[in-house]
């Protein structure tokens, strides 16, 4: 069993940046690969990016490459999700997701266990 607990959301201007963080329980967190998903009011949750168990593989959605990096510290049971250069249309409540093994996949219902999210605006 992993939970997983967002933070770092809030209010940005356009251009600004945040850092999401996912602190994760669960003793096996190193095994299972990491994601950032986001979910806009009257949208469908969509995939951000995700991250192998070892972190040395990483992938994006298109909308977001380039402004947003996602990171690991196995050793702080933790995932980040650092974003710059924010635009308005990246306002949305986002989701850290878990899943075993190391595939990553943009399939929502293929991840295992999800958080309650974390809420970013930017404003224009």
């Known amino acids: 069993q992993v939970q997983l607990v967002e933070s770092g959301g809030g209010l940005v201007q356009a251009g600004g940046s945040l850092r999401l963080s996912c602190a994760a329980s669960?003793?096996?967190?190193?095994?299972?690969?990491m994601g950032w998903f986001r979910q806009a009011p009257g949208k469908e949750r969509e995939f951000v990016a995700g991250i192998r168990w070892s972190g040395d593989s990483t992938y994006y959605a298109d909308s977001v490459k380039g402004r947003f990096t996602i990171s690991r510290d196995n050793a702080k049971n933790t995932v980040y999700l650092q974003m710059n250069s924010l635009k308005p249309e990246d306002t949305a409540v986002y989701h850290c997701a878990a899943r075993r093994g190391t595939v990553i996949t943009t399939t929502t219902p293929l991840w295992n266990y999800w958080g309650q999210g974390t809420q970013v605006t930017v404003s224009s």
């Open positions: 669960g003793r096996t967190f190193s095994s299972y690969a």
